[in-house]
C-alpha cells in the first residue's frame, strides 16, 4: 500500500487522471492560488549515485526550470500547491530526496548535506538542467546551500590545493632555521590545511606577527589526552605531545597567498630571531 501513486518504473506516468490532482486542484481552488488546470504533471524516476530517485514534473519542458527541495520529514509533495502555481510559466522538478517520499533510502544510512547536495547536482546533470533557479525549505535549503558550495569550489580545488603545497614549500625555503616545518611521510601528499612550524620561544614569534599585523593560531595549544573530554581514557603521559602543544605555530595560508606575502612572514619571524 502506497500513499501517494508514482511511476511504476523510468517511463513517466502521467498523473493528471488521478484522485490526487483532483483533489490538488480543489484545494488550490479553495484556498485561491491561481493554476493552469490543463498543465502537466507527472511522476517520474531516475537513477542516480547508485540509487533510485522518484520526482514530479510540472510544466512545459520548454520553460525556465526551476528545482523544490523539500524539508526534512516530506516529500515532493510538500510543493504541489506551490509546483502547480508555477507550472504555467516554469519547468518544475520537484524531487523526493534520499530516504523521503517514494525515493528509496541510503543502504550506506549516508544522510548528510555533502550526500544530499551531490545528489541534487546528479540530479540536474542527469535531467539535462541549464542553469536552474533552486528553492529548498528547511533542510532542502541547506543541501541547496550545499550544492551551490561544492559547484562553486570543486572545479577550483585541485588548483588550491596546489597554491598551498607551494606556498608551504615557499615557507620551508624561507623561514628562519629555528622556525621548523611538520616533518611529511615522503609517501604522503598533503593538502596543507594548515602551515605549521614548531618554534622554540612561542611567546617571542607570536610578538612579532603582532607586531607587524600578521595573523596566526595554534592548532592547538592542549593536546587531546589533556582535555576534559579524554581525560577518562589519559592513562598516561605523552611527553612528545605535550612538548610540541608548547611550540606549534600555524602561519597564514590559503590559495591567494602570494610568494611576496610568504616572504613578508619569513622576514617578521626572521627579525624576531635577531
Not at 542527469?126 to 570543486?154: C, N
Not at 606575502?261 to 619569513?266: K, L
Amino acid at each position: 500500500m502506497f500513499l501517494n501513486e508514482f511511476a511504476e518504473d523510468l517511463a513517466p506516468r502521467d498523473m493528471r487522471p488521478s484522485a490526487e490532482f483532483a483533489s490538488l486542484l480543489q484545494s488550490a481552488g479553495e484556498l485561491g492560488i491561481p493554476h493552469e488546470p490543463a498543465v502537466r504533471y507527472v511522476s517520474r524516476q531516475a537513477v542516480l549515485r547508485c540509487m533510485r530517485f522518484h520526482f514530479t514534473e510540472w510544466g512545459d519542458p520548454a520553460a525556465p526550470p526551476v528545482v523544490l527541495l523539500h524539508g526534512g520529514n516530506q516529500s515532493s509533495h510538500s510543493w504541489d500547491l506551490v509546483s502547480l502555481h508555477l507550472s504555467d510559466r516554469f519547468h518544475v522538478y520537484a524531487l523526493d530526496q534520499r530516504g523521503h517520499g517514494d525515493t528509496e533510502w541510503s543502504r550506506e544510512l549516508d544522510y548528510s548535506m555533502e550526500a544530499m547536495a551531490a545528489d541534487l547536482l546528479a540530479f540536474i546533470a542527469d535531467q539535462g538542467i541549464e542553469r536552474p533557479i533552486v528553492f529548498g525549505h528547511s533542510m532542502g535549503g541547506r543541501v541547496t546551500l550545499q550544492a551551490a558550495l561544492l559547484e562553486v569550489k570543486l572545479p577550483k580545488l585541485d588548483a588550491a590545493n596546489q597554491a598551498r603545497a607551494a606556498a608551504v614549500q615557499r615557507y620551508r625555503e624561507e623561514l628562519p632555521a629555528w622556525c621548523v616545518p611538520l616533518a611529511v611521510h615522503p609517501a604522503a601528499e598533503p593538502v596543507y590545511h594548515l602551515a605549521v612550524v614548531q618554534v622554540p620561544d612561542r611567546t617571542a614569534a607570536t610578538r612579532a606577527l603582532d607586531d607587524a599585523e600578521v595573523g596566526w593560531g595554534v592548532h592547538y595549544p592542549v593536546p587531546c589526552h589533556l582535555q576534559p573530554a579524554f581525560a577518562a581514557y589519559a592513562t598516561e603521559p605523552l611527553p612528545v605531545a605535550e612538548a610540541a602543544a608548547t611550540r606549534i605555530l600555524s602561519l597564514p595560508l590559503h590559495p591567494a597567498l602570494t610568494a611576496g606575502q610568504v616572504g613578508d612572514v619569513c622576514t617578521v619571524l626572521g627579525h624576531a630571531d635577531a
